[in-house]
């Protein structure tokens, strides 16, 4: 699975419509198809406000420095019924680094939601003719498409203290996804 490259692309900071059409090439050029191109539209700026609307109100009494987590969950969108995604914050953490070894000591709980684009496109994935490409689109779609909307949430997420945002799948791998302070905003993806 290309993930360095996906990385690398997410980190470039470019639109994101721009990047999720990378993100489909990247798929297409790892495992060649025409499945990619049957993937339904995304709406990644209507996902991205209820995402910043979501985390303004569940992080309304946080105050920071804060590192946030948010960590993806592909198992219980219940045909978009669900949620897939999930919150944590530790005020301990140091935003100037990119460590996120702080996702593992007492995380503070917060609720979950559901980014309706990716129950979107794992509905599609998910079908049989998905089979042979079904674990790359699991695992790279989720975190492409989840990174760039949680990033413009964020960006436009309007706090007054520093903030370290870690995001990934929470039983797997997790990575740094951006840091921002006021009038400051850093894609870090690594």
């Given at each position: 699975?290309?993930?360095?490259?996906?990385?690398?692309?997410?980190?470039?900071?470019?639109?994101?419509?721009d990047a999720w059409s990378r993100v489909l090439a990247l798929c297409e050029a790892s495992q060649?198809?025409?499945?990619?191109?049957?993937?339904?539209?995304?709406?990644?700026?209507?996902?991205?406000?209820?995402?910043?609307?979501?985390?303004?109100?569940?992080?309304?009494?946080?105050r920071g420095p804060v590192g946030l987590y948010l960590g993806l969950d592909t198992l219980n969108?219940?045909?978009?019924?669900?949620?897939?995604?999930?919150?944590?914050?530790?005020?301990?953490?140091?935003?100037?680094?990119?460590?996120?070894?702080?996702?593992?000591?007492?995380?503070?709980?917060?609720?979950?939601?559901l980014i309706r684009g990716l129950a979107d496109l794992r509905t599609e994935y998910s079908q049989?003719?998905?089979?042979?490409?079904?674990?790359?689109?699991?695992?790279?779609?989720?975190?492409?498409?989840?990174?760039?909307?949680?990033?413009?949430?964020?960006?436009?997420?309007?706090?007054?203290?520093?903030?370290?945002?870690?995001?990934?799948?929470?039983?797997?791998?997790?990575?740094?996804?951006?840091?921002?302070?006021?009038?400051?905003?850093?894609?870090?993806?690594?």
């Amino acid at each position: 699975m290309p993930i360095d490259k996906l990385l690398e692309l997410l980190r470039s900071d470019m639109a994101p419509l721009d990047a999720w059409s990378r993100v489909l090439a990247l798929c297409e050029a790892s495992q060649p198809g025409e499945l990619w191109r049957q993937l339904p539209p995304v709406d990644v700026e209507g996902d991205a406000e209820r995402a910043r609307a979501w985390l303004a109100e569940s992080l309304r009494g946080v105050r920071g420095p804060v590192g946030l987590y948010l960590g993806l969950d592909t198992l219980n969108m219940q045909d978009g019924g669900g949620t897939n995604l999930e919150l944590g914050w530790n005020v301990a953490c140091d935003t100037a680094s990119d460590d996120i070894d702080w996702v593992f000591e007492r995380l503070e709980r917060g609720p979950t939601t559901l980014i309706r684009g990716l129950a979107d496109l794992r509905t599609e994935y998910s079908q049989a003719r998905w089979r042979s490409a079904f674990g790359m689109a699991d695992y790279i779609l989720f975190l492409a498409y989840s990174g760039l909307v949680l990033a413009q949430a964020l960006r436009r997420l309007e706090r007054d203290d520093p903030m370290l945002a870690a995001w990934g799948f929470h039983d797997g791998d997790l990575f740094a996804l951006c840091r921002g302070a006021p009038g400051t905003f850093q894609m870090i993806c690594r």
